[in-house]
């Protein structure tokens, strides 16, 4: 599902997972070992694939089935496996380091607007070597008071606007419908990436669907 171009866009909003990486092998290796450490049997692969974009908190509750207090213990296992083993094992989207830098380059204001910790967010940038192109890196707070995607998109708007920012033509660039929600929730119109972790359905009030980095360009330029 394409659509015709509804640039152009001064102001980028971009998540992480699923749209800037790859990370789903990481993240479901320690969700597994979490669900195993807690005794737990551990969801199919299908559901283990929707934990990646909404806060890994809500995550074990709603699709892990587990009780507030267990969701808790399972974060807390959760957290530290997947930055020792799981966190940098996440390659870049073919593609999508050049768009980073074209679009740094169009002198535009960019976010990074994701629901993972903003400490591991910038743990991953960096090793990639794309911090550099962000004017504001945007995550979750670390006590998860700040986690959802319309929280998250609302502090990097404030963020960009602080830095002078003008955000009436912002768009935001991610792989599941929370972006698209969260986005529309502060008027942000989304492109919705398909090599992400997201279904079909997820991108149906996305204002356009991309499969390459090359369409990503055109259609947010």
Not at 193 to 212: L, M
């Amino acid at each position: 599902m394409h659509h015709p171009k509804h640039g152009p866009y001064d102001v980028l909003l971009v998540d992480l997972d699923g749209t800037i990486v790859d990370s789903l092998d990481g993240i479901v290796g320690s969700l597994a070992f979490a669900f195993a450490e807690l005794g737990k049997a551990a969801p199919d692969a299908a559901t283990l694939r929707a934990f990646v974009g909404p806060p890994i908190l809500d995550g074990f509750q709603r699709l892990g089935g587990l009780t507030a207090d267990e969701a808790l213990q399972a974060l807390e296992i959760y957290r530290p496996h997947y930055l020792e083993v799981g966190l940098l094992a996440a390659p870049v989207y073919p593609g999508m380091a050049d768009f980073l830098h074209d679009a740094h380059a169009s002198g535009r204001p960019m976010s990074l607007a994701t629901s993972k910790p903003e400490s591991m967010a910038n743990l991953v940038l960096d090793h990639h070597d794309l911090t550099k192109y962000f004017t504001v890196v945007t995550g979750a707070s670390e006590d998860e008071s700040r986690s959802t995607k319309a929280d998250v998109i609302a502090e990097a708007m404030r963020r960009l606007s602080a830095r002078g920012a003008l955000m009436q033509r912002t768009m935001m660039i991610g792989d599941r419908i929370h972006d698209v929600e969260g986005a529309a929730e502060h008027g942000v119109p989304t492109v919705f990436v398909e090599w992400g972790y997201g279904t079909r359905e997820e991108s149906r009030h996305a204002v356009a669907s991309v499969d390459t980095a090359l369409q990503l360009k055109i259609q947010s330029s």
